[in-house]
């Protein structure tokens, strides 16, 4: 168990945006950050990072917390192991318990299948380093590919012994679970119940996500002998989703980030001498088809990607799906081949960091552009196949979301392909039309289901809600009614709740400096709140203040009660943030903020609050008097009903007096 201060210094060392900027791609807009939501699939940017509240917020899946929820959220963490990743990132010592590998391991299946695979890492360097087998074979092996020392360590390389059983042993002797050996695919278990290691004698390439850890291995064979295959890699598991992961973003995303660009290639290879080279924004599909999931993993960081080919035509149209995959998720998408017999690792070995970056800014080339090329290439004069590639090439362009960006590939196809622009227009409209009508149709059926009518009936406007009681021909039903007051003041609610977390230990300039809480709390003395959450957080700042105390943002935004913090976010985030063009020297133009006048909104907030239930109280008056037939019973509802009317008028009245938004 971590150490409560411990935790304390974590929370004040952790920076939201440094913590969520490893993750995601963020742009400043006015006083927050923005980028691609990393828990949902979207192509506007809907995700804010408040830096002054140390707070993230996605706009579009509701997705809000803060350095720890982030990191727990995003690698499905548990809270320990969440701190224990950010107290790395900030150096800070974390004292603990030791545990022995058994009672790690049945701990949590999740977390220990992870302490396994990064365990059998350990095992492999160390085998590599350490062994007379593993530098006679895997490091020369390494060493003659032309990987220096500090990159073999970088990417955690190892080998794997030729023995059966050497892994499988040792993990034993440590404690380990051999059901968790066998479901990592670490071992493989035969039908006759005997087991052995999966990865023997291989070099290693560790898989890591995007925190570091290491989700699962590709080991390649060093023998000649073609029945034996060339890459064994780790099978799926809970930890492991190949089609979810890239191998090397956890080394390329800072430079990702820094380039605006990221370099697809195929193998680990490739990207391991990319970084020898000094081109670090690069990644590996590592052989598998491309997928949504990984195209989704490179949109946190850009919108731009490269992909490295070594010249095999084959190779090259195979992969042509794959690239309108990244079109269709927005993604700005380049093609570079090398020399026939090159692929990215030979030529960066061949030529040498600053020729390989030359020949990578030289030499790229758009990816409608390069389809419409190799597809003409392929189709020769024969005209019915040059029909066949103005069809693919249109399919590609209408699969781009930005109706400009598609036009100037349009123009520019027109001329390649040697037909005019209108005709591609045309088939451009005819591709898109059938793609709305189809969304359209299923968007129709599902609004067809549940649809409701939510009119009034005939033409006359909606009643008057503050006539006279008894006059209730023309009153609102409650079904209507009730509802509507119920969610104002729902609203109200979590107004006030808003301002005693954003403002609580802020001085009232007006009311002699006390604490803004204590005003808030002094005009709510009659008033009690209807919605459990929002009782909740009252309940706790009553708490603090009998202890002579204020809780802080902070506290709510951490609190153990999920619900708690969730609210807290929300109330904290805003989609909205002035312009920097604003409040500047230049125009002299100066917009009023909440805190210039924050009387203003407590004070109405207040006043809004007590009219909503004085607006309730009146509305249940109305009904009680529908079937109340006792002379003096009706006498006392409607001497109430117009104290009622009074206040109402008064909490007007004093609304009228001041600016609310």
């Known amino acids: 168990m971590i150490k409560q201060e411990t935790i304390g210094k974590i929370l004040d060392a952790a920076r939201i945006e ?78 603990e318990i030791e545990r022995s590998p058994e009672q790690v391991a049945a ?63 040792e993990a034993i002797k440590g404690g380990f679970s051999e059901e968790f050996l066998e479901e990592t695919g670490l071992i493989v278990r035969k039908d006759d119940g005997k087991r052995y290691d999966r990865f023997r004698g291989r070099v290693m390439f560790p898989i890591h996500n995007l925190t570091g850890r290491v989700l699962g291995f590709g080991g390649r064979t060093l023998k000649t002998d073609k029945k034996v295959p060339k890459y064994v890699n780790s099978p ?85 799906r794959g690239m309108d995959m990244l079109l269709e998720e927005g993604m700005n998408v380049k093609v570079l081949l090398f020399p026939d017999g090159d692929d990215p690792d030979s030529f960066a070995m061949k030529h040498g960091a600053s020729l390989f970056k030359q020949y990578i800014a030289e030499n790229s080339k758009d990816f409608i552009f390069y389809k419409t090329d190799i597809l003409l290439k392929d189709a020769g004069n024969d005209p019915v196949k040059r029909a066949g590639v ?7 362009i209408a699969l781009i979301p930005d109706d400009i960006k598609a036009s100037v590939f349009i123009r520019e196809c027109s001329r390649l392909l040697d037909i005019e622009e209108r005709l591609l227009i ?10 709305f009508k189809k969304s359209q149709k299923s968007a129709d059926s599902a609004a067809t289901s549940s649809q409701v009518n939510t009119s009034y009936g005939g033409d006359e406007p ?72 929002c009782q909740k957080i009252i309940s706790i700042y009553l708490e603090f203040i009998e202890r002579e105390e204020l809780p802080d943002e902070r506290f709510f935004i951490t609190h153990g009660d999920r619900e708690i913090a969730d609210l807290a976010i929300s109330l904290l985030s805003s989609p909205y943030s002035l312009s920097p063009n604003w409040n500047d020297e230049k125009r002299k133009i100066y917009v009023a ?67 609310v938004k």
């Open 462 to 533: 909606p009643p008057d809600l503050f006539m006279d009681p008894r006059d209730e021909t023309e009153v609102s039903s409650t079904d209507e009614l009730v509802p509507a007051i119920s969610q104002s003041i729902a609203l109200q609610e979590r107004e006030i709740i808003r301002l005693l977390i954003n403002y609580g230990q802020t001085p009232a300039k007006w009311e002699q400096d006390y604490p803004i809480a204590f005003v808030l709390f002094a005009g709510l003395q009659d008033i009690e709140f209807a919605d459990p959450l």
């Open 390 to 396: 103005i069809h693919d090439v249109v399919d590609s």
């Open 107 to 169: 701990s949590d299946k999740r977390e220990s299948l992870l302490i396994i695979t990064n365990w059998a890492a350990k095992f492999f360097r160390e085998r590599l380093w350490d062994t007379e087998d593993g530098q006679a074979i895997g490091l020369s092996y390494f060493r003659e590919r032309g990987y220096r020392d500090d990159i073999i360590k970088k990417f955690e390389l190892g080998y794997s012994p030729e023995a059966w059983e050497a892994l499988f042993e």
């Open 593 to 659: 903020q909440e805190t210039d006048n924050l009387k203003n909104a407590v004070l109405g907030a207040l006043y809004r609050i007590k009219k909503r239930k004085v607006e309730q109280n009146m509305q249940e008056i109305r009904e009680t008097l529908k079937v109340e037939h006792n002379e003096a019973n009706l006498e006392i509802l409607m001497d109430k009903y117009q104290k009622l009317k009074m206040m109402e008028k008064e909490l007007t009245g004093f609304l009228g007096t001041v600016i």
């Open 18 to 95: 440094e913590v969520v900027g490893d993750f995601v791609d963020l742009k400043k807009r006015g006083t927050s950050l923005i980028g691609v939501c990393p828990f949902h699939n979207e192509k506007t940017p809907s995700f804010h990072v408040s830096v002054s509240k140390g707070i993230y917020k996605c706009f579009g899946c509701g997705a809000g917390g803060d350095a720890v929820r982030f990191v727990m959220e995003l690698e499905k963490y548990s809270y320990p192991e969440a701190l224990r990743y950010l107290a790395q990132k900030y150096n800070i010592e974390v004292e």
């Open 236 to 320: 799926e598991s809970l930890i492991y989703h190949k089609s979810d992961v890239l191998y090397g973003l956890y080394f390329a995303k800072k430079a990702i980030i820094e380039q605006d660009n990221c370099f697809l290639v195929e193998g680990y290879a490739d990207v391991i001498s990319m970084h020898q080279a000094g081109v670090e924004n690069v990644v590996a599909s590592s052989g598998t088809s491309l997928t949504t999931g990984q195209i989704r993993l490179i949109a946190r960081f850009t919108r731009n990607v490269t992909i490295l080919y070594d010249g095999d035509a084959a190779g090259i149209k195979a992969s042509l």
């Open 426 to 435: 045309a088939e451009l409209n005819k591709q898109k039309l059938q793609a």
